[in-house]
């Protein structure tokens, strides 16, 4: 991996973007068209304040803004911008802004899908090296991965997330299934079936399908883009080879054990079903512990439901073959145009230190991207799974890494919905043809 950097081994401030190709997705380029430079935001009043603009969370990120402000003693000022809701919408925003080179985005909480869309518009300055040797060390390899764009660090590795195989072990007991070895999907189905219960998957038209549908694939050894390019002509999918294939196969019979509702069902559906429902099974992030814990607490939940919670890694796709679970989590970007690269970067690191996610960790429920974390009393003590997260990180894959994600996203939920009317030889092709018409620019969505 390297990490690129300028003559002078660090970033070189507003001018980093100018001169550039940008390479936008058609989303993206349409936000670009549609953005003025009103939208470009003005000085913040200090020459050292740094402006972060945040997901919204559980005010885990203005802490560590106000810890890492106290801590620099005045070198810079960190204060917290949210972004909306959605990551969609995050994107749409930041890209905007950046469009119209806004010099008062900092830094920013990048969802890691976007992050190659960013990085190849020369949005995002230049990690220096020795800041990329220190950021990356001890951090969980899908961590990295997502950070990187290019064989090149663009990003700065915060918080990690995946999902894990929740699952009852009064049920896993009945059923005579050792949860201490790895089980496949096809294994939770039979089991399924012999039972009466039913699987809790993301089967909802939304974002939470491509996140399902491409750890099915990169389980089975394969990638929803075999072959990647800036240039959309040549990007080739690898939706109809043997993985692609077997995902589309594990996706139809999920859904036949996925309860009336699985086409709307989304991670917050899912864990309610899991929660007061028949789902014996399901694969979700960590956040599933802390909420049923504090319906405990509440009142709004018995104590002996989350006593029955077992979990273990993501199902495999294949007995002889380890699972690539989701990845998911944020890192942080520095803005191109930010009138401050360096103070941004050290502020950065600040944010991404082992004792920042410790925190973020335990007290918003976001798991570290930095290995050490898992190890931490305080951690175990909040999760007890911390030891499953931390296997499943490393063994997690991103999502697509495309300048075009929006459009290969778009084009797999529109394919691939609902589960149970899929064709595991034809819509592989379908989705195929769909995604490949969207790039050339031939077909909307």
Same mark, same amino acid.
């Given at each position: 991996m390297t990490v690129s950097k300028s003559p002078k081994g660090r970033p070189s401030g507003r001018g980093v973007a100018r001169g550039r190709r940008r390479t936008l997705g058609?989303?993206?380029?349409?936000?670009?068209?549609?953005?003025?430079?009103?939208?470009?935001?003005?000085?913040?009043?200090?020459?050292?304040? %740094?402006?972060?603009y945040i997901n919204p969370d559980s005010g885990g990120q203005?802490?560590?803004? #106000?810890?890492?402000? *106290? =801590? /620099? !003693?005045?070198?810079?000022?960190?204060?917290?911008?949210?972004?909306?809701?959605?990551?969609?919408?995050?994107?749409?925003?930041?890209?905007?802004?950046?469009?119209?080179?806004?010099?008062?985005?900092?830094?920013?909480?990048?969802?890691?899908?976007?992050?190659?869309?960013?990085?190849?518009?020369?949005?995002?300055?230049?990690?220096?090296?020795?800041?990329?040797?220190?950021?990356?060390?001890?951090?969980?390899?899908?961590?990295?991965?997502?950070?990187?764009?290019?064989?090149? %660090?663009?990003?700065?590795?915060?918080?990690?997330?995946?999902?894990?195989?929740?699952?009852? #072990?009064?049920?896993? *007991? =009945? /059923? !005579?299934?050792?949860?201490?070895?790895?089980?496949?999907?096809?294994?939770?189905?039979?089991?399924?079936?012999?039972?009466?219960?039913?699987?809790?998957?993301?089967?909802?038209?939304?974002?939470?399908?491509?996140?399902?549908?491409?750890?099915?694939?990169?389980?089975?050894?394969?990638?929803?883009?075999?072959?990647?390019?800036?240039d959309p002509d040549d990007i080739r999918l690898g939706l109809t080879s043997e993985a692609g294939v077997r995902a589309a196969e594990v996706m139809r019979s999920v859904s036949e054990v996925g309860g009336p509702a699985f086409s709307t069902s989304g991670e917050d559906a899912n864990v309610?079903?899991?929660?007061?429902?028949?789902?014996?099974?399901?694969?979700?992030?960590?956040?599933?512990?802390?909420r049923a814990l504090s319906a405990v607490e509440a009142g709004t939940l018995d104590a002996s439901v989350p006593e029955d919670y077992g979990w273990a890694l993501y199902p495999q796709v294949a007995p002889d073959q380890p699972s690539a679970p989701p990845y998911g989590g944020i890192n942080l970007g520095i803005g191109a145009f930010s009138e401050d690269v360096d103070a941004a970067y050290e502020a950065a690191e600040c944010i991404v230190s082992e004792e920042n996610q410790t925190y973020y960790f335990t007290t918003n429920g976001n798991p570290a991207a930095k290995a050490a974390v898992y190890d931490d009393p305080a951690v175990l003590e909040a999760f007890p799974m911390a030891p499953v997260i931390r296997q499943s990180l490393e063994q997690a894959a991103p999502r697509p890494q495309t300048v075009y994600y929006n459009e290969v996203s778009g084009g797999l939920q529109r394919t691939y919905h609902p589960a149970s009317s899929i064709d595991p030889q034809r819509t592989p092709e379908q989705a195929t043809e769909l995604i490949e018409a969207v790039l050339r620019g031939d077909q909307l969505l």
């Open positions: 058609s989303a993206a380029a349409a936000a670009v068209l549609a953005s003025t430079l009103a939208a470009c935001g003005g000085d913040s009043g200090a020459a050292n304040a %740094l402006t972060w203005a802490e560590i803004a #106000k810890r890492c402000t *106290e =801590a /620099a !003693g005045g070198a810079y000022t960190i204060e917290v911008s949210q972004l909306p809701r959605e990551s969609s919408q995050q994107r749409e925003q930041l890209i905007r802004r950046l469009a119209a080179e806004d010099s008062s985005i900092d830094i920013m909480s990048l969802d890691p899908p976007y992050i190659p869309e960013f990085a190849q518009a020369g949005f995002l300055a230049p990690v220096p090296q020795d800041v990329g040797q220190r950021v990356t060390e001890g951090v969980v390899q899908s961590a990295i991965d997502g950070a990187t764009w290019n064989d090149e %660090l663009v990003t700065v590795p915060f918080w990690a997330n995946t999902q894990l195989l929740w699952y009852k #072990k009064s049920l896993a *007991e =009945a /059923a !005579g299934l050792d949860m201490s070895q790895p089980v496949t999907w096809d294994q939770l189905v039979q089991v399924a079936q012999e039972q009466g219960t039913t699987i809790a998957a993301q089967g909802i038209r939304a974002e939470a399908l491509t996140v399902w549908l491409n750890a099915l694939i990169e389980s089975g050894g394969g990638s929803i883009i075999a072959e990647n390019s800036t309610t079903d899991f929660e007061q429902g028949d789902a014996g099974f399901m694969v979700n992030w960590p956040f599933v512990w802390q």
